[in-house]
């Protein structure tokens, strides 16, 4: 039972991040909720026992996620969509 209300915790987690980075017209903003979506997504691969998928999303994604958010700073100046 325990098991089945943190997934669901987990889960709308999940979407709020989801729905924020895409809701976002701020470039830095956007990329923060989207690591944090992934660093989720990661938690919840950890917590289902797929450790080699979380530490892999962790890795990978996250990591990348946070090269790209310097590089889009960079490039862009960190401005607004219109």
Same mark, same amino acid.
Request: hydrophobic share 70%.
């Given at each position: 039972?325990?098991?089945?209300? /943190?997934?669901?915790?987990?889960?709308? @987690?999940?979407? $709020?991040?989801?729905?924020m980075? =895409?809701?976002?017209?701020?470039? #830095?903003?956007?990329?923060?909720?989207?690591?944090?979506?992934l660093?989720?997504?990661?938690?919840?691969? /950890?917590?289902?026992?797929?450790?080699? @998928?979380?530490? $892999?999303?962790?890795?990978?994604? =996250?990591?990348?996620?946070?090269? #790209?958010?310097?590089?889009?700073?960079?490039?862009?100046?960190?401005?607004?969509?219109?």
């Open positions: 039972m325990i098991f089945t209300i /943190i997934e669901i915790i987990i889960g709308i @987690i999940l979407l $709020i991040m989801a729905a980075s =895409v809701a976002q017209k701020d470039v #830095l903003r956007s990329i923060v909720f989207l690591m944090f979506f660093f989720v997504l990661s938690i919840n691969f /950890i917590y289902l026992g797929a450790t080699l @998928i979380g530490a $892999i999303e962790l890795l990978v994604y =996250v990591g990348a996620i946070s090269a #790209l958010m310097v590089f889009t700073v960079m490039i862009t100046g960190g401005k607004e969509f219109e």
